[in-house]
């Protein structure tokens, strides 16, 4: 089963315009994970987490967790083309295994 | 460095056949995890191994097990395959499994049961 649920499902914008994707989760977690996935490819992880945080950013990311509500928002500012692709959320519970959403697919259009 | 290497990229296999899946971590990372993934379940923990032991198992049928070598390299197999078997599987690595600084994902295998 998913621990964790994504908002939106899907996510069209325009190139320029930032994009915000929602995570929930169910349980305690050690860390909440940010991974990309272009078509049906490996998962590249974007940005950790740690439990006992409460914001951080890199690049033109900028990841929120909130452990009161169990969840976690991913910002995407000054979307590109090449950030197309499905965003996946997982979370780290302290068994050594990451429990993924159903992800959001996001796309950028020119 | 050189990535996370799964080969092969592709495979077609038909139903009651069984099939080797393998994964190179990252020089230097002990830790192999595999996950399994469909349209209809997501992404699915299916094991992790640590120096050569499965420290972890996600709910699959005992169809599908693994192992992993004194390199590191690690394989899965799944016998007797089934149709819903037909998936992409990913395997992740990372220095000791414990999920502190994120894994990294081969290109993974899609796997196609007949």
């Known amino acids: 089963s998913q621990q964790g649920e994504e908002d939106p499902q899907a996510l069209s914008i325009q190139e320029g315009e930032n994009a915000t994707m929602n995570c929930s989760y169910k349980?305690?977690?050690?860390?909440l994970q940010w991974y990309r996935q272009n078509s049906g490819r490996g998962l590249v992880h974007l940005i950790l987490i740690r439990s006992n945080e409460r914001e951080k950013h890199s690049g033109r990311l900028r990841v929120t967790l909130d452990t009161s509500k169990k969840s976690s928002s991913l910002l995407i500012t000054a979307s590109r083309a090449a950030d197309t692709a499905s965003y996946f959320c997982a979370t780290h519970q302290g068994a050594q295994k990451l429990v993924f959403g159903q992800g959001t697919r996001l796309t950028i259009n020119p | 460095k050189a990535g996370v290497t799964q080969t092969p990229r592709y495979l077609i296999k038909t139903r009651g056949q069984q099939v080797t899946l393998s994964c190179s971590p990252i020089?230097?990372?002990?830790?192999v995890s595999w996950y399994q993934q469909t349209p209809g379940q997501g992404l699915q923990f299916l094991f992790e191994y640590f120096s050569e032991t499965q420290r972890n198992k996600g709910n699959f049928p005992g169809r599908f097990s693994g192992r992993q070598f004194s390199n590191s390299r690690s394989e899965m197999n799944v016998s007797t395959l089934e149709l819903g078997d037909s998936a992409l599987y990913l395997c992740?690595?990372?220095?000791?499994?414990?999920?502190?600084?994120?894994?990294?994902f081969g290109s993974g295998t899609r796997l196609t049961v007949v």
């Open positions: 349980t305690s977690i050690n860390n």
């Open positions: 020089s230097g990372h002990r830790s």
């Open positions: 992740a690595s990372s220095p000791e499994g414990q999920g502190a600084w994120g894994y990294t």
